[in-house]
Structures are given as C-alpha cells and as structure tokens.
C-alpha cells in the first residue's frame, strides 16, 4: 500500500504546522478527507478515523458554542482515535483549546494559509491524495496526449515507439513519457499516464541520443499526464496479416483491473503511422459520441438496396 506523510501535505500546501512538528512523519493512507461534525455530537459508528480531519467553519463555530467542559469532551472523543492530522482553514481564530489537545496526544495540528474556503480547499486536498495513494504500475512503451486524447504506445523494443512519437510532436500533439510509462489507477475505470520524474520532457531516439522535446519545441511538446484511453500496440508489417474488415470485433487489455480498447498497427518503410495513430484517436472520439462510420455504410447499403427494390 503507498503511504505519504503529514510532512508531504504541509510541503505541497504550504501549510503553517501549529503544533507537532515532531510528529509530520506520520503516515497518511487514506485517499479521502474528513470533515467530523457528526462525531463532534457524538456519533462515531462510521468515523474514519485514518482520513485527514478538516475543520471549516462550521465545525469550529460550533466548537466555539459550546461550554469549556462540552469542548472537552467533544475534542476528547475525536482526538482519543489519534487520526494522522488536523488541518484547519484559514481565518479560523480562538483555537487555543483545539492545540492543548493536539499537543497533548501528539497530533499534528495545521493551518492553511491561503484565503480560500473549506469547500475550496477539500477538492485540491482530495485530488492530490487520490492521485499520490493511487494504485500504480509500470509498462514499457509511450505515452502520448494525441488530440486531447491519452494513448499508450507499446511493442518490443527497436520497433520504432519513439520515433513514431518524435513524428506526432511535429504534428503538434504531446508527449507524457517515453520508455517507462507510470501508470496509476483513479478510479473503477480510470488510468492515468504519466512519467517517472526522472525521464521528465525526455525522448530517447536511436542514432540521435537523448532529446529533451521542451528545449527543442516549446512547453506545447509535453504534457505531465494524462487519462489513457487507447491502447496502440506497434508491430513488425507481417505480410497479408492486416485485417480489412469494414468493422473489427473491438479488443480489449487490462491493467490493474481497468479494460482498455486495443488496436495493432504494423509498422513499414513509407506508411504514415503517425497519421494512422491520429485516424485512430479521432475514431475512438466518434465512437464515445455514439457514430460509427461501419454502421452509416452500411445504411447506406441498405437504402440503396431498397430503392432499387421499389424499382
């Protein structure tokens, strides 16, 4: 299971540590935040307690109500499951009774310092913890932005991968990663793409050696990720192997869990891979908008051949 620690949030947030700041190596493994007003009146049958607590507002005026002893209590019962950290919204004040707590159980206590709302501030916090707790794998291959639309590139190595990458750049389409690409699980359905840090805005071309395509294009080359919803794998051409059928039965591949449509491109001197990977891209969009060129040929067969019934 991938866990970050309290001290990544108050890097990434700049968040101000109130108190326990021998305590930021704490581990965080939840990928949702919290916000405990039901457990501040007493319910606890479904409190996660491994989740960041977040107090807006609303949970702090309410704390303010009520008398020295109820805050007590109230604080008491939250702070008694040790959850990893308190984080409280900016322009929150009177929270001498909340740090007494948190120093006293040893729980990080941190203030946001930006003027934003609890509302507007959850979504971020809830983003980047679903993005850094993500499932994740490796594949070898590369990963394209290809018209807004997230591709994987795969085959074995020396098929030309980069190569067909470096053509759709100077088409104007981005890259995400060349030769390792990270791949991270979102959701039930969702993959994104996106590189290692380390080969960051780099692509490797044999004869040529190591480019880094944001010196040599500009920052519209690359892009840091992107959903994938394309699998593209790059073949040897293999001699009356293409299938020529008006519609192909569609193919699937499976990461982590999560079907991806997969198509085979063979390679050879002269073809336009680059613009057949663009055809694809396109096609799939049309697809998702619910047109199938397949489907309007054929209904174009079917009229003609009833017109020439009626005759």
Same mark, same amino acid.
């Not at 080969?199 to 840091?224: C, P, T």
């Not at 394309?230 to 192997?241: R, S, V």
């Not at 982590?256 to 891979?273: A, F, T, Y």
């Given at each position: 299971?991938?866990?970050?620690?309290?001290?990544?949030?108050? $890097?990434?947030? %700049?968040?101000?540590?109130?108190?326990?700041?021998?305590?930021?190596?704490?581990?965080?493994?939840?990928?949702?935040?919290?916000?405990?007003?039901?457990?501040?009146? #007493?319910?606890?049958?479904?409190?996660?307690?491994? $989740?960041?607590?977040?107090? #807006?507002?609303?949970?702090?005026? !309410?704390?303010?109500?009520?008398?020295?002893?109820?805050? *007590?209590?109230?604080?008491?019962?939250?702070?008694?499951?040790?959850? @990893?950290?308190?984080?409280?919204?900016?322009?929150?004040?009177?929270?001498? !009774?909340?740090?007494?707590?948190?120093?006293?159980?040893?729980?990080?206590?941190?203030?946001?310092?930006?003027?934003?709302?609890?509302?507007?501030?959850?979504?971020?916090?809830?983003?980047?913890?679903?993005? /850094? =707790?993500? @499932?994740?794998?490796?594949?070898?291959?590369?990963?394209m932005n290809v018209s807004g639309?997230?591709?994987?590139?795969?085959?074995?190595?020396?098929?030309?991968?980069?190569?067909?990458?470096?053509?759709?750049?100077?088409?104007?389409?981005?890259?995400?990663?060349?030769?390792?690409?990270?791949?991270?699980?979102?959701?039930?359905?969702?993959?994104?793409?996106?590189?290692?840090?380390?080969?960051?805005?780099?692509?490797?071309?044999?004869?040529?050696?190591?480019?880094?395509?944001?010196?040599?294009?500009?920052?519209?080359?690359?892009?840091?990720?992107?959903?994938?919803? =394309?699998?593209?794998?790059?073949?040897?051409?293999?001699?009356?192997?293409?299938?020529?059928?008006?519609?192909?039965?569609?193919? !699937?591949? /499976?990461?982590?869990?999560? *079907?991806?449509?997969?198509?085979?491109?063979?390679?050879?001197?002269?073809?336009?891979?680059?613009?057949?990977? /663009?055809?694809a891209a396109n096609n799939w969009?049309?697809?998702?908008?619910?047109? %199938?060129?397949?489907?309007?040929?054929?209904?174009?067969?079917?009229?003609?051949? %009833?017109?020439?019934?009626?005759?």
């Amino acid at each position: 299971m991938k866990k970050i620690t309290v001290e990544d949030l108050v $890097r990434k947030f %700049s968040l101000k540590v109130v108190t326990g700041e021998n305590q930021l190596q704490k581990m965080i493994t939840q990928s949702r935040v919290h916000r405990p007003g039901l457990e501040f009146v #007493g319910h606890f049958d479904f409190f996660p307690m491994e $989740r960041v607590q977040i107090l #807006g507002k609303k949970e702090i005026t !309410y704390l303010h109500k009520l008398t020295k002893e109820e805050r *007590k209590i109230r604080i008491g019962n939250i702070v008694h499951y040790h959850p @990893p950290c308190f984080i409280v919204t900016a322009g929150e004040e009177g929270l001498t !009774y909340l740090t007494h707590h948190c120093v006293e159980q040893g729980i990080p206590l941190l203030l946001t310092n930006k003027p934003e709302t609890t509302s507007e501030f959850i979504p971020k916090l809830d983003a980047y913890l679903v993005k /850094e =707790l993500a @499932p994740e794998m490796t594949v070898h291959g590369v990963c394209m932005n290809v018209s807004g639309i997230g591709i994987l590139l795969r085959g074995n190595s020396g098929v030309g991968k980069s190569e067909t990458a470096h053509t759709l750049i100077l088409r104007g389409h981005r890259l995400v990663s060349d030769d390792i690409v990270v791949l991270k699980k979102l959701g039930p359905q969702t993959i994104l793409g996106t590189h290692d840090e380390k080969a960051k805005e780099f692509l490797a071309l044999r004869s040529i050696g190591l480019l880094n395509v944001v010196r040599l294009y500009g920052r519209k080359a690359f892009q840091d990720e992107s959903r994938i919803v =394309l699998d593209i794998h790059l073949t040897k051409w293999q001699k009356d192997d293409l299938n020529n059928e008006l519609d192909q039965d569609p193919q !699937y591949i /499976e990461y982590m869990g999560v *079907k991806i449509p997969s198509i085979e491109i063979q390679l050879q001197p002269g073809r336009d891979v680059a613009g057949l990977i /663009e055809a694809a891209a396109n096609n799939w969009y049309l697809r998702q908008q619910g047109y %199938s060129a397949a489907e309007e040929f054929m209904s174009r067969i079917e009229a003609d051949i %009833s017109k020439s019934d009626l005759k």
